[in-house]
């Protein structure tokens, strides 16, 4: 078994790399991603789902970090 790909909330729009985009569009396409999230973050908080506290969303960000080292390591 192989990890191809992880993608979640923190994935980038990957099109915005093509090199017949400017850094402008990409940008552009950066902040689209940002609100389609925020949409779809209170979209689901008026399902009843919760946000997340600070302390939360730190400790998420220092698993991740954690994974992307374990992951980059196995690729080594």
Do not use: C
């Not at 998420?60 to 970090?65: A, P």
């Amino acid at each position: 078994m192989s990890i191809i790909e992880i993608n979640g909330a923190g994935s980038e729009p990957t099109h915005m790399y093509d090199p017949r985009h400017s850094l402008f569009f990409a940008w552009k396409e950066i902040v689209r991603h940002w609100f389609i999230l925020g949409k779809i973050s209170r979209m689901n908080h008026r399902k009843g789902h919760p946000y997340l506290t600070w302390k939360e969303g730190v400790q998420m960000f220092r698993e991740d970090k954690d994974w992307s080292g374990k992951l980059a390591a196995m690729t080594k």
